[in-house]
C-alpha cells in the first residue's frame, strides 16, 4: 500500500477553491506541484497547500517524479495534450469536464489510456450521498419505469454584463453553459437511468453579446450562456421510449438551482442540488422528504452541491490508488466522458441546423 499519494494540479480556478482543500482533508495524500499559465498564481497557490513545486509549465507538474495523480482544470481546448502526456508518463488522471472539443479527441484520449491507470472525468456529483441512494431508488422499482426526466438548472451570476470576458465568453477554447454545465448534467442521465441518449434537440443561446476584457475592450461572446435540449433515451432496464427535457442558464434568477426529477409510472422522485430527495407517489399531492447525508462543506466555498460532492469523491480517489486500483465503483470514466461527447458534438449540429439529431 502507498503510503502517501502525491498530486499536481494544472489550473489554479475550480482546483484552488475546491480540489486542492478537498484533497488536504485527505491523510493520505498532498499537493506536489502546481501549474498555471499565470506563474505568479501558480506560486501563491503552492505556498497556499504547501507545495514544493510550482511552474508555468504543465508538462513539468506531469512530468514531476512524486505526482502520482494529474489534476487537470483547464479550458477544454487543452485537455488532449496534457491527458496524452500524462498517459505517456504513467500518471493517473482527473480531468474536468467536458473531456474534449469533440468525439474524435475523446476517442483519442480514451484509445490512449490503456495502460494501469485511473483515468476519470470529474463528475463528482455522482458522488453524493443523495445521488448515490436515487441511484439504488431507482433501481429498487421506487417510482417504476421511468417516463420523462426533467432537469433545470440556473445561476443568475452571468446576468451580470459586468461580469468579464475570458475563456468562458470564447467557444473556440470550450467554453460555455453546454459543456459546462450540460455536460454534467448528460453524465448524470447516462449513470442515473443506465442507458444512452438516442436523440437530441437543442438550442444555444447568447443572452449577453460583449463583454469587457482585461484591457477594458468589449469582446464579442461567441459562447453560450443557456442551453436548452430536448432528449430521447434508449430503451433499457429502466427506460422504455423515455423522454427528457434540459433547461440551463447562467443568467437567471433570482437565485441557483439545480433539479433534477424522474417521472416514473408509480411516482416521481426529485433531487436537489446538495442532493436533497423527494419522492410523491402516484396519487399523491405533495412530496416526501427522503432523509439523506447532505456531505461537508468546507468554509469559504459556494454553497452549490458541488464541493461538498467532491469532498465525498475525493477521499476514494486517494484511497484507490494507495490500494493499487485502477476502478472505482460510480466513478465516471473515460468511456462514459466519450458518452457525454457524443450528446455534446450532437446537440451542437441540432442547433446549427435547427433540427433533431440521432445519436450512434
Known sequence: MKDKVGIGVIGTGFARKVQIPAFLKCEGAFIVSVASGSLENAQATAAACGAVHFTADWRETIAHPDVDLVCITTPPNLHREMVLFAVEHGKHILCEKPMAMNVAEAEEMTAAATKPILALIDHELRF???????????????????????????????????????????????????????????????????????SVSCQLQSQIKERRDASGEMRAVTSDDEANMLLRFADGELTTDATGLVAVSMTQGPKYQNTMEFFGELGTLRVEHLGELFIAKRGESDWTAIETDLGTLLPG?????????????????????????????????FNDGVRVQKVLDAARLADREDRGVSIH
Not at 432537469?151 to 453546454?178: E, K
Open 128 to 198: 453524493q450521498p443523495g445521488r448515490l441512494l436515487a441511484y439504488k431508488m431507482l433501481r429498487d422499482g421506487a417510482i417504476g419505469k421511468i417516463r420523462h426526466v426533467r432537469s433545470t438548472f440556473q445561476a443568475p451570476h452571468r446576468g451580470d454584463p459586468n461580469v468579464p470576458w475570458n475563456w468562458w465568453s470564447d467557444a473556440t477554447v470550450g467554453g460555455g453553459a453546454l459543456g459546462a454545465i450540460n455536460s454534467h448534467i448528460i453524465d448524470s442521465l447516462n449513470w442515473f437511468l443506465g442507458c444512452d441518449i438516442a
Open 301 to 333: 466555498l459556494p454553497d452549490t452541491g458541488f464541493a461538498r460532492a467532491f469532498m465525498s469523491f475525493a477521499p476514494v480517489i486517494v484511497d484507490t490508488i494507495q490500494n493499487g486500483r485502477t476502478e472505482i465503483e460510480h466513478a465516471a470514466t
